[in-house]
């Protein structure tokens, strides 16, 4: 059987059909792109400052229903939370220790490498939430090494919470 030239000609794309998809292939991927954000380092900053929200959230919590006071440290590149444990002696006296908190995520953070933390409160390096659920009022500074954007974690006396995502060095 022999095909006609007219049969031929019709297999197959041209070039500008296949210059026009690869057009929209590439319009698509630039959307998505666009759309899905930064995936690196300030994608994880902003995950690691709502997780330390949350975990401060928690802690705040806990000091309400246990009821006890619970502090949070901040040293270099560490955090922990610490509870207030009150001793009953034999001879009637009481005495009172911090002790760390027994939770998983409460004891001994490493802060990642690429990310600073800088914290302004009545002592620059912890926090002490009471069981009425009130704190130190703080203000803390979650950015990356070398970036000029960076999360504002501020805390109130009544332990009111907000994170909000900062451009620039307006500290």
């Avoid at 998505?32 to 975990?55: C, H, P």
């Amino acid at each position: 059987m022999f095909l006609a030239p007219a049969a031929l000609s019709s297999k197959g794309f041209t070039l500008l059909e296949l210059l026009i998809v690869i057009f929209i292939i590439a319009i698509i991927v630039s959307v998505a792109t666009l759309a899905l954000g930064d995936m690196g380092k300030n994608r994880k900053a902003g995950y690691f400052a709502e997780q330390l929200k949350s975990t401060l959230s928690y802690a705040q919590q806990y000091a309400i229903i246990q009821p006890t006071t619970v502090m949070f440290e901040l040293d270099n590149n560490h955090y922990q939370f610490k509870v207030l444990e009150m001793i009953a002696h034999d001879n009637g006296s009481i005495t009172y220790r911090w002790k760390p908190l027994n939770h998983p995520g409460s004891q001994d953070v490493k802060v990642p490498d690429y990310i600073t933390l800088q914290m302004k409160s009545e002592d620059n390096h912890s926090i002490q939430i009471n069981s009425s659920g009130t704190m130190t009022p703080f203000s803390m500074h979650i950015g990356i090494s070398g970036e000029d954007s960076y999360y504002l974690l501020n805390a109130n006396a009544a332990g009111v919470l907000t994170l909000t995502k900062q451009s620039g060095d307006n500290s």
